[in-house]
Nanobody, 123 residues
Framework: QVQLVESGGGLVQTGGSLRLSCAAS????????MAWYRQAPGKQRELVAA???????NYADSVKGRFTISRDDAKNTVHLEMDSLKPEDTAAYYC?????????????????WGQGTQVTVSS
């Protein structure tokens, strides 16, 4: 069974930086798009950043120039470097990976989610 484990959240002051990581484990052949989403209290989950297997990146307008997504395919890991953090970045951050791996006895491409990690930016 493929699982995603996130790390790196925490409390930081305005203008500070954090680095989130998300590692996939299990029997995996390929990982397509990797992405980070976030959800603030009372709001819908939104896409923060995504990176394709070819390295093409996409960012929400609100984080462009401040956040950087990257991937390490040798470790099945995606990172999110967050700089110049603002209080409005406070949210639970979720990793999403489209993984082709062993699922219920056969190889299938599915979307998997991490458990979420809290990022809190104090003013």
């Amino acid at each position: 069974q493929v699982q995603l484990v996130e790390s790196g959240g925490g409390l930081v002051q305005t203008g500070g930086s954090l680095r989130l990581s998300c590692a996939a484990s299990g029997i995996i052949t390929t990982i397509n798009t990797m992405a980070w989403y976030r959800q603030a209290p009372g709001k819908q989950r939104e896409l923060v950043a995504a990176i394709t297997s070819g390295g093409t990146t996409n960012y929400a307008d609100s984080v462009k120039g401040r956040f950087t997504i990257s991937r390490d395919d040798a470790k099945n890991t995606v990172h999110l470097e967050m700089d110049s953090l603002k209080p409005e970045d406070t949210a639970a951050y979720y990793c999403n990976q489209n993984v082709r791996g062993l699922y219920r006895g056969s190889f299938t491409s599915r979307d998997y989610w991490g458990q979420g990690t809290q990022v809190t930016v104090s003013s």
